[in-house]
């Protein structure tokens, strides 16, 4: 009897500890429902809020205490926001503005005073009345930049000129109550990427597909995160915009390639083939040895 109850004891202990742990897995879990998006065009901006004119109307949303600010994919302020800069902005879970991606026409404007330059420092400058029509699709071959869209965005950890063939990347930055997980790996229509931060004060973002590539985009840029000098200036970026202590943040990077194993190979193959030529160098000394060695006898 006693038995039998033990074991009923055990069996409703251990499915009430299961139930418990699928519960935190569920909570947790990439289920998290992205957050919310609004554009439009910027009317005012005050200390804890700030106004854009949407399709439907004016649209006033709080701020968050700490707020990623992006102009024409620069880090920017608040402050460097005028009014009709055209913005994008992503809510956290508190339904306050933490990600402010604007864009402008500043950069469209020096494009065309860059192609103006150029044009001034053309090798050929008579070349216009000798070939008048060929000298407009010279100008339009060069299109003036627009602001960066999220699906033009390069994607993210694909340091330039180092790893141009990254499939997987798993950055995960935690400590003091603050969380930055940069999940990026190869589907069956391309990458997919997904991007959740927490923190104590500033709530919580998760954005996924093109808005999580555009912010990581922008926040590693061409830099390789396996470096251990990038890691330290991330986890510093990261502790001055949510005011924490960058030596209490744990950081962790998993990055896996396309060609690490062809690059293998090959160091493999070099390794291979050096000892071998040595080798046959040798045994060719040898050989002449011998063979001088019994033209004497």
């Not at 251990?14 to 992205?34: C, R």
């Amino acid at each position: 009897m006693r038995t039998r109850l033990k074991i009923i004891l055990i069996s409703c202990l251990s499915a009430a500890l299961v139930f418990g742990g699928w519960t935190a897995y569920a909570a947790t879990s990439s289920t998290t429902p992205t957050s919310t998006a609004i554009t439009g065009k910027l009317v005012s901006l005050s200390k804890d809020t700030i106004t854009v004119h949407t399709d439907s109307g004016d649209q006033t949303v709080p701020l968050a205490s700490s707020v990623w600010v992006y102009l024409n994919d620069n880090k920017a302020q608040l402050s460097d926001l005028h009014t009709d800069t055209q913005l994008e902005l992503i809510l956290n879970n508190k339904g306050q503005a933490a990600y402010v991606k604007g864009s402008s026409g500043q950069s469209t404007e020096q494009a065309t005073e860059t192609t103006n330059v150029s044009d001034t420092v053309s090798p050929n400058p008579t070349a216009p009345s000798d070939q008048p029509a060929s000298e407009a699709p010279m100008s339009s071959a060069t299109p003036l930049p627009t602001p960066v869209k999220p699906h033009d965005t390069a994607p993210a950890a694909k340091p330039a000129g180092k790893d141009t063939n990254m499939e997987d990347m798993d950055v995960n930055v935690e400590g003091q109550h603050f969380n930055l997980h940069i999940k990026q790996n190869k589907g069956p229509h391309g990458q997919d990427y997904d991007l959740t931060i927490q923190s104590p004060h500033a709530g919580k973002l998760h954005l996924t597909g093109f808005q999580a590539q555009a912010w990581i985009s922008n926040l590693l840029g061409s830099v390789d995160i396996t470096a251990a000098g990038a890691q330290q200036a991330l986890k510093q970026q990261l502790a001055k915009q949510y005011a924490l202590d960058a030596n209490k943040l744990n950081m962790h990077v998993k990055v896996s390639s396309s060609n690490n194993d062809n690059e293998h190979e090959k160091e493999t193959e070099k390794e291979m083939k050096k000892p071998k030529g040595k080798e046959q160098d040798k045994d060719k000394e040898n050989d002449n040895k011998h063979g001088n060695s019994n033209k004497h006898n």
